[in-house]
C-alpha cells in the first residue's frame, strides 16, 4: 500500500483520512460484506462478482494495513472486521439510505445479494415501530436471495436461508407465533417500492415485477411496512424549478 505522503489528499481531516483509507472503488462494498459477518476470500468474490479477483487482493491488503479488516485464525482464507472496522456500520447505513433516493431501476446485469439485502433491511428497520408490535418473522424471497428477518421489540435479527446459504451465529431468540410469521416473493424493484412505501397491488400469485404473499396475509404485510421504511431524500423546495429555470437560461 503506498504511503500517505504518495496517494494521501494533503489534508489534516478526519474526512481525508476516511477516504485515504476506505475511499478506493469497492472498499465500502467488502466493508458493507463483512459487517454482516466474516467472509471467505471466495464468498467475497461471489458476493461482488464485476470485482477482479487482483483488486480484490489489493482492497483486503490495504484494508488490513488500514486497520479496518484482519484475518480470521480458525478460518481458512476468511475476513473480519476489526473494531474500527465495524465503527464504519452507521457510515454504510446513512449511505444505504442515501443511495436509496437515486436507485432507479436495475441495470442489466445488477443482482441483489444476501448481503445487501440484510444490510438494506438493517438500514430500513424502525425500532420505535416494532418495539410496539408483536414478535414477527418476515421471510424474503427477493431475486434469487431469501432471507429470515426476525423482529422482537426493538431486536432485528437477520439470516439467510437456503440452499447456498451462509451459516451465521444468531442470537436466542424467542418463538414466533405461527400467525406471525409472513413470507414474500419480491422482485427487486418491488422491494425497493415496499421499503420505500409505495402502495402497489400485492397478490397471492402477484406478477413477477411486484409482491406476491406466499404465506400471512394484508395485515402482516402492513406490519413489515410499519417495520421497515426509508424515506427517499427530496430535494429542497424550489431546487427543481430552480434547477429548470438554470437549464432555460442556459
Do not use: C
Not at 50 to 72: C, F, S
Request: proline fraction near 8%; aromatic fraction near 4%.
Amino acid at each position: 500500500m503506498a504511503t500517505r505522503a504518495t496517494r494521501g489528499f494533503g489534508q489534516y481531516s478526519g474526512v481525508a483520512r476516511a477516504v485515504e483509507r476506505v475511499g478506493e472503488r469497492w472498499a465500502l462494498l467488502i466493508v458493507r460484506d463483512l459487517l454482516v459477518g466474516a467472509r471467505r476470500y471466495g464468498d467475497l468474490k461471489a458476493g461482488l462478482p464485476r470485482i477482479p479477483t487482483n483488486i480484490l487482493a489489493d482492497r483486503l491488503k490495504e484494508l488490513q494495513e488500514a486497520g479496518v479488516v484482519r484475518r480470521v485464525p480458525t478460518v481458512r482464507g476468511g475476513y473480519e472486521l476489526t473494531e474500527l472496522g465495524r465503527a464504519l456500520e452507521p457510515v454504510v447505513v446513512a449511505l444505504e439510505r442515501w443511495g436509496w433516493s437515486t436507485l432507479g431501476e436495475p441495470a442489466e446485469g445488477e443482482l441483489v445479494t444476501a448481503d445487501a439485502l440484510a444490510i438494506a433491511l438493517g438500514a430500513a428497520f424502525r425500532p420505535d415501530a416494532a418495539a410496539t408490535l408483536p414478535p414477527t418473522e418476515y421471510v424474503l424471497h427477493v431475486g434469487d436471495v431469501s432471507l429470515s428477518a426476525i423482529v422482537t421489540g426493538r431486536h432485528l435479527d437477520v439470516a439467510p436461508v437456503g440452499p447456498g446459504a451462509l451459516p451465521q451465529p444468531r442470537r436466542p431468540i424467542p418463538d414466533v407465533a405461527p400467525e406471525d410469521v409472513l413470507e414474500l416473493a419480491v422482485e427487486p424493484t418491488g422491494f425497493r417500492d415496499l421499503v420505500s412505501g409505495v402502495r402497489g397491488t400485492v397478490t397471492v400469485k402477484g406478477p413477477p415485477s411486484g409482491v406476491a404473499i406466499l404465506d400471512g396475509g394484508s395485515a402482516l404485510l402492513e406490519r413489515f411496512r410499519l417495520t421497515f421504511r426509508i424515506d427517499p431524500v427530496a430535494p429542497p423546495t424550489g431546487a427543481a424549478s430552480e434547477a429548470g429555470d438554470a437549464a432555460s437560461v442556459a
